[in-house]
T-cell receptor, first 111, second 115 residues
Framework: GQSLEQPSEVTAVEGAIVQINCTYQ??????LSWYQQHDGGAPTFLSY??LDGLEETGRFSSFLSRSDSYGYLLLQELQMKDSASYFC????????????WGAGTKLIIKP | SQTIHQWPATLVQPVGSPLSLECTVE??????LYWYRQAAGRGLQLLFY??????ISSEVPQNLSASRPQDRQFILSSKKLLLSDSGFYLC??????????????FGPGTRLTVT
């Protein structure tokens, strides 16, 4: 079956750097996406990796290793507004539509 | 620009009552449309998706159904709610051909409590 694993909670200090890991077991892997969701809000798209390597978007970067079935989201210069849940999600070659979602990582930022 | 609307924002319904949640998208044509449910502290579970008017695919067998009567309208329904139907219901859309459907845009959600 398809499964994703990510830590349930990560704590970091304002201004620091934090890495949120995601490992997956899927067949027909196409790419790995990351979404941010604030409490009570809707998920918003952050980044996507289909190829190995690092993608950078401002303070956020995402990395993928297809051979290791592993990716991570890196958040730099943490701000209090980054306190949220972060989800990894996998898309598949044989489906243009379906995403399989991880359970999410709650990021707690302390001043 | 594109916008997505969902209503109502919150809903409290008794067990056995019917349900109708509506989602509309503006500013785009022929979008893929999705209904998700999220339990507290959990990831998103895909319930239904649609690639066109009248075309509905169900991912999870349950007492829910979906319809797409117009290009940019997606409706989630139930004839009789169960306690287990409580959750945060999210509608999303994306553009066909965005390989793997990786970038989806979500509405504000409906928080449903079945009592």
């Amino acid at each position: 079956g398809q499964s994703l694993e990510q830590p349930s909670e990560v704590t970091a200090v304002e201004g620091a750097i934090v890495q949120i890991n995601c490992t997956y077991q899927t067949s027909g892997f196409y790419g790995l996406s990351w979404y941010q969701q604030h409490d009570g809000g809707a998920p918003t798209f952050l980044s996507y990796n289909a190829l190995d390597g690092l993608e950078e978007t401002g303070r956020f970067s995402s990395f993928l290793s297809r051979s290791d079935s592993y990716g991570y989201l890196l958040l730099q210069e943490l701000q209090m507004k980054d306190s949220a849940s972060y989800f990894c999600a996998v898309s598949f070659m044989d489906s243009n539509y379906q995403l399989i979602w991880g359970a999410g990582t709650k990021l707690i930022i302390k001043p | 620009s594109q916008t997505i609307h969902q209503w109502p924002a919150t809903l409290v319904q008794p067990v056995g009552s019917p349900l109708s949640l509506e989602c509309t998208v503006e500013g785009t044509s022929n979008p893929n449309l999705y209904w998700y449910r999220q339990a507290a502290g959990r990831g998103l579970q895909l319930l239904f998706y649609s690639v066109g008017i009248g075309q509905i695919s169900s991912e999870v067998p349950q007492n829910l159904s979906a319809s797409r009567p117009q290009d940019r309208q997606f409706i989630l329904s139930s004839k009789k709610l169960l306690l287990s139907d409580s959750g945060f219901y999210l509608c999303a859309w994306n553009t066909p051909g965005t390989g793997g459907g990786y970038e989806q845009y979500f509405g504000p959600g409906t928080r449903l409590t079945v009592t």
